[in-house]
């Protein structure tokens, strides 16, 4: 599929171009903010050839297409306007709160320019190395045209910052901008640097090196935001377009100097220092804990969080200690994918594992993660297992990052510093954690498609009375009408762990519940969003509407059972308002699962995208002791 028509069906398939509020990308994800998550078709998008994996983290819609990324995202701007800073787009209907806006927001000001960032430190390494064995002298103009076209980035990050963080907060990016070079403009480095007592009106300022730093300028843009909106509501049309300015120059640059500044290097500084704490206290465990929950955090975009540590690391010790250690965990998952490789018996699994190897060598292991590892549990807990392993050899080395880049080979030079001392450790580390998860995927194995299917076939052709349609003992049908879900996608562990049950899960188009057999309602919840009914063969069918919605204390549902009611399939059980439920800020997901399925050699999903109310949905083979 070409470019263009990804991204067309792309857009489409997120609910169109006016339901788009923003979009950035980084190595792997197109990462947009939507107005409205409930016009987005999930279903469809994670079917759509060119698309790895479809995630919902920290209040963006995130579609992972792996290495093209960037040409998809430039399509989308050629065939609409959503890359257009321009245009007037609403904010969405819900924002994230808590963690999740937080990961958001750092997420969205970061992505942009992990490309170039990855670029500037790879040659950063490179000359690093250069230097180190003698190939080029710091003091050629050689190195020093190469070394400004390598450290410009982070020298000026405050300036690169202030424009993604004007971009998120909707706010004018050149005023931004001119506050960040107020920060690091000749005459204010000179006054730190000779340490000249300064004041603004007789208000001492606290003098700091804002080259490189993240806090000060993503905490002033976000406040300088805030009073432009408010100086644009109440200046007059006929001046506000240079008042406005002048007023957040004034305002903000003295402000960001006495208060922001100040107080986002302390924090960056504290930040940093606890992390490099942990690094002193215990290496070996501190490196054992990065290297196994890396791409754990990755997968739940908390790892976010963790990038503007290692970048002020770098700035204020000239490198950073922890994030070696996460390297451990790319070249695990890496080395877990290529031990399904060599596993697999199914040619189509073998070759996305040989393709996600490559690729995740590189420091890019979605494709590895989503589409091989993840999905086939065993191999990413080896992957995890490896990562600790040889987190725990980088960490024992004191390995250290001279540069900012997502680890992977390309990347491996930035590691090198004066005399190379823990590169030795960081190869050895990432070589472990290769070979142990790899070893240790081929060894604990994993549910092979292909071993299934001819198993299957083994057994039908041996016994013909398996899976015919005497041998049944219960069909599922569908109690709601909407949108299938993978279970696994629901966002309660409860349920998407399996913890509870196999099933299946239904995003509802119509708030109705009815009977999915004949049966006896076991459960009827005084909450009333959830029931539970076993049918006359003993099959046991939990339906809970929505997520954490026991906290709605039974409102917007209507309940039309009690406990012990006989019913028939396609009798109505239950009513609930979707529009007031999810404007409550709840999911309406609803997993409907066995309960009992441990009772049941499988549980078999039988459709996929769109289902009808009393469609068939799930049928239950193999069940013990029923007659």
């Known amino acids: 599929m070409s470019q263009e028509k990804l991204a067309k069906e792309i857009v489409e398939l997120v609910g169109g171009e006016k339901n788009v509020v923003s979009l950035v990308h980084c190595a792997t994800r197109l990462r947009f903010v939507l107005k409205d998550d409930a016009k987005a078709d999930k279903a469809k998008l994670e079917k759509t050839e060119g698309i790895i994996a479809v995630k919902e983290n920290g209040g963006q819609f995130q579609v992972v297409v792996g290495n093209k990324v960037p040409e998809v995202y430039n399509a989308i701007g050629q065939i609409s306007n ?6 007037e787009k609403e904010k969405p209907k819900k924002s994230a709160k808590g963690m999740g806006g937080i990961i958001d927001v750092i997420s969205s000001i970061f992505a942009p320019l992990l490309g170039v960032m990855a670029g500037a430190g790879i040659l950063k390494g490179l000359l690093l190395i250069a230097s180190n064995v003698g190939w080029l002298e710091t003091t050629e103009s050689t190195y020093k045209i190469l070394f400004a076209a390598a450290d410009s980035l982070f020298y000026f990050l405050p300036l690169l910052l202030a424009v ?3 971009r998120k907060f909707q706010g004018n990016m050149f005023v931004a901008m001119t506050i960040a070079g107020a920060l690091i403009y000749p005459s204010i480095v000179t006054l730190k640097a000779e340490g000249t007592p300064t ?5 001492p300022v606290i003098l700091m090196n804002y080259s490189s730093t993240v806090i000060p300028i993503i905490l002033a843009v976000i406040v300088m935001s805030k009073l432009e909106k408010f100086f644009n509501k ?11 300015p002048l007023f957040l120059l004034v305002i903000m640059v003295p402000l960001t100097l006495l208060l922001f500044g100040p107080f986002g290097v302390y924090v960056g500084n504290a930040i940093a220092s606890g992390l490099v704490a942990a690094f002193g206290f215990s290496p070996l465990l501190a490196g054992a804990v990065m290297g196994a929950s890396w791409q754990l955090l990755v997968i739940f975009g908390i790892h976010w969080g963790l990038i503007p540590v290692f970048i002020n690391n770098v700035a204020v010790y000239g490198r950073d200690g922890v994030k070696p250690a996460a390297t451990a965990s790319i070249f695990a998952q890496t080395g877990a994918a290529f031990g399904v490789m060599l596993k697999t018996k199914n040619k189509k699994l073998k070759t996305l594992a040989g393709s996600s190897t490559l690729t995740a060598l590189f420091g890019i292991t979605e494709p590895a993660i989503y589409g091989v590892t993840l999905p086939l549990k065993r191999p990413f807990i080896a992957g995890v297992i490896g990562g600790a392993v040889g987190g725990a050899i980088i960490g024992q080395a004191g390995t250290q990052a001279f540069a900012s880049g997502a680890p992977g080979l390309l990347t491996l030079p930035i590691f090198y510093g004066p005399g190379g001392e823990g590169f030795p450790g960081l190869i050895l580390g990432i070589c472990v954690s290769f070979v142990v ?3 240790l995927t081929y060894i604990m194995g994993f549910k092979d498609p292909v071993d299934e299917e001819e198993q299957e076939k083994s057994t039908e052709s041996t016994n013909p009375s398996v ?6 003992d219960q069909e599922v049908l569908s109690p709601i009408e909407g949108t299938i879900v993978e279970l696994t996608e629901v966002p309660d562990p409860a349920f998407s762990s399996g913890a509870m049950g196999k099933g299946i899960a ?3 188009a119509v708030g109705r519940v009815v009977a999915p057999f004949d049966g006896t309602i076991t459960v009827a919840f005084k909450k009333k969003h959830a029931l539970a009914v076993v049918s006359d063969t003993g099959a046991e069918i939990l339906v809970h509407v929505g997520v954490d919605t026991v906290k709605l204390d039974g409102q917007h549902f209507t309940s039309h059972i009690q406990e012990g009611d006989r019913v028939k399939a396609g009798d109505l059980l239950l009513e609930f308002d979707i529009a007031a439920i999810k404007a409550a800020g709840y999911h309406t997901v609803t997993p409907i699962i066995v309960t009992n399925s441990a009772n049941y050699e499988e549980v078999v999903p039988l459709i996929t995208g769109q289902v009808r109310v009393q469609e068939p949905l799930l049928t239950l083979y193999g069940g013990k002791g029923q007659e």
Not at 199 to 203: H, L, W
Not at 467 to 472: L, Q, W
Request: charged share 20%; aromatic share 8%; proline share 3%.
């Open 199 to 203: 004041d603004f009106f007789g208000i």
């Open 506 to 508: 239904i995003e509802p």
């Open 164 to 166: 993604t963080t004007a």
């Open 467 to 472: 899976r015919t349609a005497d041998s049944v």
């Open 437 to 439: 998860s790899a070893a």
């Open 82 to 87: 959503i890359l257009d800073d321009s245009s």
């Open 234 to 244: 109440v200046l007059h049309e006929s001046v506000k377009n240079f008042v406005t």
